[in-house]
């Protein structure tokens, strides 16, 4: 068996992270045969709560469990980790004005990434949950710049399967037959669900099988873009299991590749040159990955349609930046 990963997962006392745990630590993520050492991050004020993680974590008699350290201190929990997953960040209350919830954050962000620079492994692969997810990522990849900034993505795959499982049930197909569907931009009721490139399995094009322009274009594009406002008006609480699960599949997929012919969506660095995106930004777009490395997919074609919507996310971005 091989050597044990050292996994991060921030927050870890919350309902995502209590959500994640069990699929990290069962080899739901990594594969059956690799061990992992979990460390886990939270508050002070959550440190009895996350005692008792640890204690289910311990119950659940799991083989490839090699250790569980629990912790407020994150220059222990990322100590030479493989992979960070920063999902602990501040909630957005009533009455918070969105520069005040990315200010508080900026100062989150900043200190976890200063963390990961200090003790984490350069090769540590960092995915950024915690919302503002886009802008929190840059700010933790500024923070560590002796880290690649192609190791640090943010996550906008609970938006592609929320995408992907409105296709499946208006087509009748299985999730897993819809394929090629593009996060563009933020995670936020900007982002932009594109499927003028998506498929069927089969090959027929969505936009062919759904032939119903003005709903895709309409109710479906927003119904993304709120989704998680609606779980959170139904359940009183925001998204966890899903989100755990988006979590899963986006790791999966950085740790394992991409299947030939099919892209999944990531926010990652823009460098200026795909797509009209501004540099400096992280952006979600359509990747490819192979060998743990993502690739931007290059040469699609975008409508005016699709590109105004592009811009419009991208502003938000630029926006948020100019704030945090």
């Given at each position: 068996?091989?050597?044990?990963?050292?996994?991060?997962i921030?927050?870890?006392?919350?309902?995502?992270?209590?959500?994640?745990?069990?699929?990290?630590?069962n080899?739901d993520?990594?594969?059956?045969?690799?061990?992992?050492?979990?460390?886990?991050?939270?508050?002070?004020p959550?440190?009895?709560?996350?005692?008792?993680?640890?204690?289910?974590?311990?119950?659940?008699?799991?083989?490839l469990?090699?250790?569980?350290?629990?912790t407020?201190?994150?220059?222990?929990?990322?100590?030479?980790?493989?992979?960070?997953?920063?999902?602990?960040?501040?909630?957005?209350?009533?009455?918070?004005?969105?520069?005040?919830?990315?200010?508080?954050?900026?100062?989150?962000?900043?200190a976890?990434?200063?963390?990961?620079?200090?003790?984490?492994?350069?090769?540590?692969?960092?995915?950024?949950?915690?919302?503002?997810?886009?802008?929190?990522?840059?700010?933790?990849?500024?923070?560590?710049?002796?880290?690649?900034?192609?190791?640090f993505?943010?996550?906008t795959?609970?938006?592609?399967?929320r995408?992907?499982?409105?296709?499946?049930?208006?087509?009748?197909?299985?999730?897993?037959?819809?394929?090629?569907?593009?996060?563009?931009?933020?995670?936020?009721?900007?982002?932009?669900?594109?499927?003028?490139?998506?498929q069927?399995?089969?090959?027929?094009?969505?936009?062919?099988?759904?032939?119903?322009?003005?709903?895709?274009r309409?109710?479906?594009?927003?119904?993304?873009?709120?989704?998680?406002a609606?779980?959170?008006?139904?359940?009183k609480l925001?998204?966890?299991?899903?989100?755990?699960?988006?979590?899963?599949d986006?790791?999966?997929?950085?740790?394992?590749?991409?299947k030939?012919?099919?892209w999944v969506?990531?926010?990652?660095?823009?460098?200026?040159?795909?797509?009209?995106?501004p540099?400096?930004l992280?952006?979600?777009?359509?990747?490819?990955?192979?060998?743990?490395?993502?690739?931007?997919?290059?040469?699609?074609?975008?409508?005016?349609?699709?590109?105004?919507k592009?811009?419009?996310?991208?502003?938000?971005?630029?926006?948020?930046?100019?704030?945090?």
């Amino acid at each position: 068996m091989s050597e044990p990963l050292r996994v991060c997962i921030t927050g870890a006392a919350g309902q995502i992270g209590y959500a994640l745990l069990l699929a990290v630590a069962n080899g739901d993520v990594f594969g059956k045969d690799q061990p992992i050492v979990l460390l886990l991050l939270d508050i002070e004020p959550m440190m009895i709560a996350l005692g008792g993680v640890a204690m289910e974590l311990q119950d659940c008699a799991l083989p490839l469990l090699k250790d569980v350290v629990t912790t407020a201190d994150p220059l222990v929990s990322f100590k030479d980790v493989d992979v960070a997953i920063l999902v602990g960040a501040m909630p957005r209350r009533e009455g918070m004005l969105r520069k005040d919830l990315l200010k508080a954050n900026a100062g989150i962000f900043s200190a976890q990434g200063k963390a990961l620079n200090e003790v984490a492994k350069k090769t540590v692969k960092i995915l950024v949950v915690g919302n503002p997810a886009n802008t929190n990522c840059l700010i933790a990849m500024k923070n560590a710049p002796s880290i690649p900034a192609a190791n640090f993505t943010c996550m906008t795959r609970l938006d592609q399967n929320r995408a992907q499982a409105q296709i499946a049930a208006r087509c009748s197909v299985r999730c897993d037959q819809v394929s090629n569907v593009i996060i563009w931009g933020n995670h936020s009721s900007t982002q932009y669900p594109d499927v003028s490139h998506g498929q069927l399995e089969g090959g027929q094009t969505i936009v062919a099988a759904v032939k119903d322009d003005d709903w895709l274009r309409g109710d479906f594009i927003t119904t993304i873009q709120k989704r998680g406002a609606a779980v959170i008006a139904a359940r009183k609480l925001s998204s966890a299991l899903s989100a755990a699960k988006a979590i899963c599949d986006h790791v999966r997929d950085w740790w394992f590749g991409t299947k030939p012919g099919q892209w999944v969506s990531m926010g990652v660095l823009s460098d200026g040159s795909h797509y009209g995106i501004p540099e400096g930004l992280v952006y979600s777009v359509p990747v490819q990955i192979a060998n743990q490395t993502w690739k931007i997919v290059d040469g699609l074609e975008i409508s005016e349609f699709s590109r105004e919507k592009m811009k419009t996310t991208a502003d938000e971005l630029v926006e948020e930046r100019s704030e945090e």
